[in-house]
Antibody, heavy 127, light 107 residues
Framework: QLQLQESGPGRVKTSETLSLTCTVS??????????WGWIRQPPGKGLEWIAS???????YYSPSLKSRLSISVDTSRNRFSLRLNSVTAADIAFYYC???????????????????WGQGILVTVSS | EIVLTQSPVTLSLSPGERATISCRAS??????LAWYQQKPGQAPRLLIY???NRATGIPARFSGSGYGTGFTLTISSLEPEDFAVYYC?????????FGGGTKVDIK
């Protein structure tokens, strides 16, 4: 059974870089036609997709965050990572990693649906 | 970017009642819509995909309908475990976006 697990510091200082990793188990991150993505959720608020990547390295970024984001994949370690620089209090959120897409979505260039999720990690920002 | 608007924001119902949640898209997305359920302290769980197909293991009391810009999630008879927040999400293009959420709470 596919499982995803987020890891990283739970606290980042204002203006510094948030770095998170999602480790995939029970399946290969090189699975054909699936995307690996990040979604965040400020406490008590809604869901916001922020970035995704395919195992061969094609990234997709939220237009509103693109200038601060970087997503990468490490197939040898079966994990993918997110970096968000210049963080502020507006970046305080639960960050979830997820698998999405599939054959139909990938062939059509569509993002697909988020079928499997990690448990999430709360990241706070402080001065 | 496609905007998804959910209504109502909160739905107060009793166990056994029927819940109906709406999701409206800012442009046509055909049937490219999913519904998720999120309980406190948990990640969202996929309920419905392609507007009307139940994901694996989802009970038959959950159903979805709609096409184009208007979609509905219906829970035919609320069970205690169904009180949660529900989100819609489109996959019509990049970026995928979510609706603002509907909280179904106990009346």
């Amino acid at each position: 059974q596919l499982q995803l697990q987020e890891s990283g510091p739970g606290r980042v200082k204002t203006s510094e870089t948030l770095s998170l990793t999602c480790t995939v188990s029970g399946g290969s991150i090189s699975s054909t036609n699936y995307y690996w993505g990040w979604i965040r959720q400020p406490p008590g608020k809604g869901l916001e997709w922020i970035a995704s990547i395919y195992h061969s390295g094609s990234p997709y970024y939220s237009p509103s965050l693109k200038s601060r984001l970087s997503i990468s994949v490490d197939t040898s370690r079966n994990r993918f990572s997110l970096r968000l620089n210049s963080v502020t209090a507006a970046d305080i959120a639960f960050y979830y990693c997820a698998r999405h897409g599939g054959d139909y979505d990938f062939r059509g260039g569509l993002p697909g649906y988020f079928q499997q999720w990690g448990q999430g990690i709360l990241v706070t920002v402080s001065s | 970017e496609i905007v998804l608007t959910q209504s109502p924001v909160t739905l107060s119902l009793s166990p056994g009642e029927r819940a109906t949640i709406s999701c409206r898209a800012s442009q046509s997305i055909r049937i490219d819509l999913a519904w998720y359920q999120q309980k406190p302290g948990q990640a969202p769980r996929l309920l419905i995909y392609d507007a009307s197909n139940r994901a694996t293991g989802i009970p038959a009391r959950f159903s979805g309908s709609g096409y184009g810009t208007g979609f509905t999630l219906t829970i035919s008879s609320l069970e205690p475990e169904d009180f949660a927040v529900y989100y819609c999400q489109h996959r019509s293009n990049w970026p995928p976006t979510f609706g603002g959420g509907t909280k179904v709470d106990i009346k």
